[in-house]
């Protein structure tokens, strides 16, 4: 199975910053990486697929790039809504497998 | 688009149940559909997809021989039968439309909101 791997684990940042979450597949999978964001007890939601597509009514604030094996997601400039755990999945081969996820909390 | 998940429960160890997840506002025929889960306080994990004509199942080798991905595209709707639950099945489940080009290329998008299997004794 191919491993992903997030990092960091755990970010606190506030609102107005800048901030990247990297993810990193063991083996190559092209640009077939999904970002998803989850708050507590809610369904994830679709944020960015294929690498760097922004999914429909997602705010352009958010931004994927990479390919190969090493992938960021960057948030321009945090908003309070913002808040929450984001995870990197492939679906180059099955199984897909997710990364462990990582959460962004409120400095 | 929506998902709507149901089934959940409290199980004990051994034991089975069947997982149901209503799909409307897409030609559900077309696309194939997955379970995912999370464990709680824990990541995603993904459980179980199916071909939209039935024809491809995968599983995760946690599930493989104890559960059953299946769907009535008549009725818009996928199940997974759960047999054999352990207390390491306790997690929310999600249903969610695979969206994408290819085998390889997709994502998945929407999601249910989960329903709650709790496996204990």
């Known amino acids: 199975d191919i491993q992903m791997t997030q990092s960091p684990s755990s970010l606190s940042a506030s609102v107005g910053d800048r901030v990247t979450i990297t993810c990193r597949a063991s083996q190559s999978i092209s640009r077939y990486l999904n970002w998803y964001q989850q708050k507590p007890g809610k369904a994830p939601k679709l944020l960015i697929y294929a690498a760097s597509s922004l999914q429909s009514g997602v705010p352009s604030r958010f931004s994927g790039a990479g390919s190969g094996t090493d992938f960021t997601l960057t948030i321009s400039s945090l908003q309070p809504e913002d808040f929450a755990t984001y995870y990197c999945?492939?679906?180059?081969?099955?199984?897909?497998?997710f990364g462990q996820g990582t959460r962004l909390e409120i400095k | 688009v929506d998902l709507v998940e149901s089934g959940g429960d409290l199980i004990q160890p051994g034991g089975s149940l069947r997982l149901s997840c209503a799909a409307s506002?897409?030609?559900?025929?077309?696309?194939?559909m997955s379970w995912v889960r999370q464990a709680p306080g824990k990541g995603l994990e993904w459980v179980s997809s199916i071909s939209g004509g039935r024809a491809t199942i995968y599983y995760a080798d946690s599930v493989k021989g104890r559960f059953t991905i299946s769907r009535d595209n008549a009725k818009n709707s996928l199940y997974l039968q759960m047999s054999s639950l352990r207390a390491e099945d306790t997690a929310v489940y999600y249903c969610t439309r695979d969206l994408g080009y290819t085998s390889s290329w997709y994502w998945f998008d929407p999601w249910g909101q989960g329903t709650l299997v709790t496996v204990s004794s």
């Open positions: 506002g897409f030609n559900f025929t077309t696309y194939s």
């Open positions: 999945q492939q679906s180059h081969k099955t199984p897909p497998t």
